[in-house]
């Protein structure tokens, strides 16, 4: 399924975001799969607000989001899968889609997963490097609570410094990117496998200020380290990540297809909360991070990280070249991708 943009979308986009896009951009960050790939039937069993809004995207489907989404815009997709259990089959479906139409890929990881196993797959599939995700973590840790070699272990690590590698690291704990083993964990990433393209996506998962902490004045010397902002729909927190890395070291995304949901973000003692239309995904009572609302002028996600992204660029006073750095150019560039 696509996206149909009601009067309030075309509002939001036409008048807040056309003008502020360039023509091109790279969505740096998006999940595909097909259901029939899956373990589990997510829109049936929505154990956490992510599964609600869809319980399958393959590339049809993405496609036709980013034409809903993006009219009068071209996107191009970095993709990866979206399953820790099912990741061969995610991981094939996945390089059949990049081979059809030659977007980047990057190949979801498991902790065990043997170093020769991984190199002859990664390399022979096409995919340029790893997305490890903290439910993968190594078995009797909870993924919760994972550190971040738990699910990212340094013989993956020596290979992707070995090839070059881009990772994609989305940080586990609920203190999220100020959290201190986090933080010595990607710092540690950033000094001894220099060759490694490190992606530190979410902003470190800090969707509330209070999720920061002290980390932007600990990363300001980094060199390599690169923030994606998908998913984050703070534009303090983005503000803060392109002050500490500078404009070429900053990516777009969006965490499609979970970034079609129709939400607003508000955060209330350190905690996001997803405001959503009335009925729209079900009962939600149970869940801290979604509320619902009366109010028929709510947008997208997608369009939220934008504006939120314009809000910063607007702050730092950003040009249209560093905007456009960041919405496609610097991705073009780590991607080595042509439009």
């Avoid at 170093?115 to 997305?131: A, F, I, M, N």
């Avoid at 496998?193 to 600990?218: M, T």
Wanted: hydrophobic share 35%.
């Amino acid at each position: 399924m696509g996206y149909i943009k009601d009067e309030f979308d075309k509002k939001i986009y036409f008048e807040e975001l056309y003008d502020f896009l360039p023509d091109k951009i790279v969505d740096s960050h998006a999940h595909i799969w097909r259901v029939e790939d899956d373990e589990y039937d997510r829109s049936k069993f929505p154990k956490k607000w992510t599964n609600r809004v869809a319980g399958e995207c393959p590339i049809d489907d993405l496609l036709a989001i980013y034409d809903g989404l993006f009219e009068g815009k071209k996107v191009i997709p970095v993709i990866f899968g979206n399953s820790v259990q099912r990741y061969k089959e995610h991981n094939a479906y996945v390089k059949t889609v990049s081979e059809k139409y030659g977007f980047p890929s990057l190949y979801w990881t498991r902790y065990e997963i043997p170093t020769e196993e991984l190199e002859r797959e990664v390399l022979s599939g096409g995919y340029q490097g790893l997305k490890p995700y903290l439910g993968g973590c190594k078995q009797g840790v909870s993924p919760a609570e994972a550190d971040v070699f738990d699910f990212l272990p340094k013989n993956h690590l020596e290979l992707a410094n070995k090839h070059g590698w881009k990772v994609v690291l989305h940080l586990s704990k609920s203190e999220r990117l100020k959290n201190k083993s986090n933080l010595n964990s990607i710092l540690d990433i950033e000094q001894n496998y220099p060759n490694v393209k490190l992606i530190v996506a979410h902003v470190g998962r800090a969707y509330a200020d209070e999720d920061v902490g002290d980390a932007f004045k600990l990363l300001k010397n980094t060199q390599n380290m690169i923030f994606d902002f998908s998913a984050n729909t703070n534009a303090s927190v983005i503000k803060g990540a392109i002050e500490t890395v500078g404009v070429k070291r900053v990516l777009f995304g969006t965490d499609l297809p979970i970034a079609k949901m129709k939400m607003r973000r508000v955060v209330e003692n350190g905690n996001y909360i997803n405001i959503v239309p009335k009925g729209l995904y079900g009962d939600v009572s149970s869940d801290s991070h979604m509320r619902e609302t009366e109010d028929k002028n709510v947008t997208n996600f997608t369009y939220e990280i934008l504006l939120a992204f314009k809000q910063a660029s607007i702050e730092l006073g950003l040009s249209s070249e560093d905007i456009k750095d960041i919405m496609s150019e610097n991705a073009c560039k780590l991607y080595n991708i042509k439009f």
